[in-house]
């Protein structure tokens, strides 16, 4: 059976207590996501009489096999019992199909596919579905907006406040991912997938009275704006962890029903 081959290649590169693991829940799962979609890439593009063949010789490729380490590598050290496996495997196939090196998008997935556990995907997976999913999201209008790089504005918030005197330093708290969004977006910022800013500007509205309250408090009318965005690379990972999540539905469907 293939996953006992993919097994036994496996052995010749990772670490003796890496391959003790490759019977546990986690890797097979991976293993036999892998081979079911590697095997529907082939037979998509070869039929299926030959895919078999394809896949044995695609396999001995150098990318290929290193695109299967690196994955494996990842299962191993992942967060997530069920939806990263899966995740990683629907990541690797393409890669592995292709016989190239991972994306920016793709090598950024497989990070914060090793960091976050199952509750943190599915919050991930929810709070940027919700934001792409805003009518109007492409619309330089209306919807979820976009800034120049590309990166998808999550939240932002505005405060007043006035500055001290002039050259007086200002203490700007840091913006806590955790305190706002939970776990997920702490361990999506390490990925280098989401970032947060702090930006300082002088309030235009009401100018006279602001400037007379500006010379009486020592400082001038300040408007402090915290923004949270989400890099476009995302976009791979949270497809990745929608299959995942649709794959364990239909799974958990099946079983549910009478034999």
Request: net charge negative; with cysteine; glycine share 8%.
């Amino acid at each position: 059976m293939l996953i006992e081959k993919l097994g036994e290649m496996l052995i010749e590169k990772v670490a003796a207590e890496m391959t003790s693991r490759i019977s546990s829940k986690r890797a097979r799962l991976f293993l036999e996501t892998f081979e079911q979609e590697v095997r529907r890439e082939l037979e998509g593009k070869q039929g299926p009489g030959e895919a078999d063949v394809v896949l044995q010789n695609m396999l001995t490729s150098d990318k290929a096999k290193e695109c299967l380490f690196e994955a494996c590598r990842s299962v191993f050290i992942s967060k997530s019992r069920n939806i990263g496996p899966l995740a990683i495997a629907f990541l690797s196939t393409k890669i592995a199909v292709e016989k190239r090196d991972p994306l920016l998008g793709e090598s950024l997935a497989y990070e914060a596919l090793e960091a976050m556990n199952d509750d943190e995907l599915r919050e991930f997976h929810k709070a940027f579905g919700e934001a792409i999913n805003t009518p109007g999201f492409n619309s330089r209008t209306s919807g979820t907006p976009r800034n120049e790089n590309g990166q998808i504005i999550i939240h932002e918030d505005s405060s007043s406040s006035f500055s001290g005197k002039s050259g007086r330093e200002k203490d700007v708290s840091q913006f806590n991912m955790d305190a706002l969004f939970g776990s997920w977006a702490r361990k999506l910022q390490n990925a280098g997938l989401m970032s947060s800013k702090t930006n300082i500007g002088f309030n235009k509205l009401d100018i006279k009275g602001s400037l007379e309250e500006g010379d009486r408090s020592g400082g001038l009318p300040e408007v402090i704006t915290t923004t949270a965005m989400i890099s476009g690379d995302a976009f791979v990972l949270y497809g990745a962890v929608a299959r995942a999540l649709k794959h364990l539905n239909i799974a958990a469907a099946t079983e549910s029903q009478p034999g």
